[in-house]
Nanobody, 122 residues
């Protein structure tokens, strides 16, 4: 079974940094895309950053609210995805989830981690 486990969350002061990790285990036929999402209390889950493998290089995109502050990356050797978060703001407080989309011949399978709490104090 494919499993995603997030780590690296915690409490940080405004202006500080955290690096989230998402370890992927199990057999994946092909990774179509991976990304980080977050959900704050009373708010819907939203996309934070996404990375899409290509034959030449990885393509990334970010929510406007985190552009210039967050960086998504992955290490295929370690089967791990990262989210480097700098200049954190209280508005970044949320549960952060990692996601991977597995591509098979005619289907796409969606996998989510359990989430890790990020709390930014003012």
């Amino acid at each position: 079974q494919v499993q995603l486990v997030e780590s690296g969350g915690g409490l940080v002061q405004a202006g500080g940094s955290l690096r989230l990790s998402c370890a992927v285990s199990g057999s994946i036929f092909r990774i179509d895309a991976m990304g980080w999402y977050r959900q704050a209390p009373g708010k819907p889950r939203e996309l934070v950053a996404q990375i899409t493998p290509t034959s030449s290089s990885d393509s990334t995109n970010y929510a406007d609210s985190v552009k210039g502050r967050f960086t998504i990356s992955r290490d295929s050797t370690k089967n791990t995805m990262y989210l480097q978060m700098n200049s954190l703001k209280p508005e970044d407080t949320a549960v952060y989830y990692c996601r991977t989309i597995e591509r098979r011949y005619f289907t796409l399978n969606d996998y989510w981690g359990q989430g890790t709490q990020v709390t930014v104090s003012s």
